[in-house]
């Protein structure tokens, strides 16, 4: 029996309201009320990493939703507010994996 790699993305294949179909890999889930809001960067091949500007979406589901929908965000104080709130946690991620040991083998 094989094991689940732990460092394969999760991915989410997501259809819009035409119908076209995106994969996207999540980055991070933040929880706040009665909501949770995933950031999600889409999955691209090598040829479409160098065309396209670095973004990630924010999508949220009602937890108190039985159909687990995610749904994007109209209300932009509210998209900027969670913008920030993703990245300010994903370079507090960054910061976390950093060596700070000089006296170490690792590259700085």
Not at 23 to 36: P, R
Not at 61 to 79: A, F, G, K, T, V
């Amino acid at each position: 029996m094989s094991e689940l790699n732990e460092f394969t993305p999760d991915l989410f294949t997501l259809e819009d309201e035409e119908g076209n179909e995106q994969t996207f890999e999540l980055v991070d889930v933040y929880k706040e009320d009665d909501f949770t809001y995933f950031a999600l960067i889409p999955q691209q091949t090598g040829d479409e990493a160098s065309e396209e500007e670095d973004y990630f979406v924010i999508l949220k589901r009602d937890n108190n939703d039985p159909d687990e929908y995610l749904d994007s965000i109209d209300d932009e104080e509210e998209l900027d507010r969670l913008a920030e709130i993703f990245l300010s946690r994903l370079f507090e991620e960054d910061d976390e994996l950093e060596c700070h040991d000089t006296s170490c083998d690792c590259c700085h």
